[in-house]
Each structure stands twice: as C-alpha cells, then as structure tokens.
T-cell receptor, first 115, second 114 residues
C-alpha cells in the first residue's frame, strides 16, 4: 500500500530556533514530493516541489531535502517565527499508468512556535 | 488576485437534505479536485477533473457527485448527506493535471450533517 508517514506528529519550539520535520514514503513509482503549510482554518499552501533528481530545494527559511534511494524527505525551518505555527504536510506524487499523477497526503506535523 | 474560492465556509444541514458546495478558480487551470480532511487522516481525494466535461473518481467518491461544465467552476454535490460526511472539504486546482505543478487550495468548507 502506498503510504506517507510523517514525524513527529507534533512539535513545540521556541521562537528563533531551528527544527526539522521528517517524511518517509513507500509510494511507487515516484514522481515528485511536495511540502505544504496549512495554517489553522486555511487551505494548504505549497512550499516546495522536488522531483527525483533534486536533493534539496529552498523557499526562504524553509529547506526541503529528498533522498529518493531511502525514500525519505525532511523539511528544515531556520530561525523560526511565530507565524511558522501551522501543520506541515508531506505529499508524494505517484506516476499513473497511462499518464497523470496521484497524490498521497501525509497526516501532517503540527508545529507550534512559542515566545 | 489568483485564488480558489469555496462557498460556503461553514454549513450545517440535516441528513438527506441535498446540498452543493461551490468552487471557482480564476487561474485558468485545467485540473480541479475535491478533498476531505478528517482528524488523524491525511487529505483524501473525492473527485477530480482534468478538464471541462472530464471527471473521475478519487479515493472516497461514495455519496458525492461533481460536474465540470465550465473551466472555472467545479461544484461538489451531496445528494443525500449523512453524518459520516461531516468533514472539512477543500477544493484545489492546478495546471496540467498537477504533474509537477503545485495545487492551489481554497480555504475550506466545514460541513456538519446532523
């Protein structure tokens, strides 16, 4: 079964600190991996998309890494801010026979940044 | 402003009373999709549409209908809602069937069926 597992489930850090969120997947055949940020009461917003050949991609203070051999990804947040408090969702895209993609969503890591 | 607009944001209804949740996007995206989000579960796809008049079932289509008569609109229809359809619903759109293109999500519709 194609799955996406995220850890930790929740995390509390102090403002200004760094943190790393993990995503392991078994989805195959792999097309791309995405990280989304979902603020409370809002829809998810795309942070990064990485294909098989990309090891790292940054978006401001967010840096995502991908190891397609071990089927692992991480999202590193640098110098956290209160506005980083949100759920971070890992999404893995699978290539479908006949074309197109199918997305499998992780359950998210709930991050809280405190003063 | 490029956006996906869902209405209503909140909806409380009773079992069996037909309802429609509207979704509209202004980015000329071919691909549109509906998801539901439940505690402890990832977003699950209900239906998707690759283009006008082209729709297909996602992972959890039972109890739902959709239509794509215009490129910008993709309404979700619950003909006879049941309490197990109480959930947070998201509409999303993207270019070219979401292949390497980010999904743009609406802000959600929280549905309660009593």
């Amino acid at each position: 079964k194609n799955q996406v597992e995220q850890s930790p489930q929740s995390l509390i850090i102090l403002e200004g600190k760094n943190c790393t969120l993990q995503c392991n997947y078994t989805v195959s055949p792999f097309s791309n991996l995405r990280w989304y940020k979902q603020d409370t009461g809002r829809g998810p917003v795309s942070l990064t998309i990485m294909t098989f050949s990309e090891n790292t991609k940054s978006n401001g203070r967010y840096t995502a890494t991908l190891d397609a051999d071990t089927k692992q990804s991480s999202l590193h947040i640098t110098a956290s801010q209160l506005s980083d408090s949100a759920s971070y969702i890992c999404v893995v895209s699978k290539i479908l026979t006949g074309g197109g993609n199918k997305l499998t969503f992780g359950t998210g890591t709930q991050l809280k940044v405190e003063l | 402003e490029a956006q996906v607009t869902q209405n209503p944001r909140y909806l409380i209804t009773v079992t069996g009373k037909k309802l429609t949740v509207t979704c509209s996007q202004n980015m000329n995206h071919e691909y549109m999709s509906w998801y539901r989000q439940d505690p402890g579960l990832g977003l699950r796809q209900i239906y998707y549409s690759m283009n006008v008049e082209v729709t297909d079932k996602g992972d959890v289509p039972e109890g739902y209908k959709v239509s794509r008569k215009e490129k910008r609109n993709f309404p979700l229809i619950l003909e006879s809602p049941s309490p197990n359809q109480t959930s947070l619903y998201f509409c999303a759109s993207s270019l070219r069937g979401a292949v390497n293109s980010p999904l743009h999500f609406g802000n959600g519709t929280r549905l309660t069926v009593t």
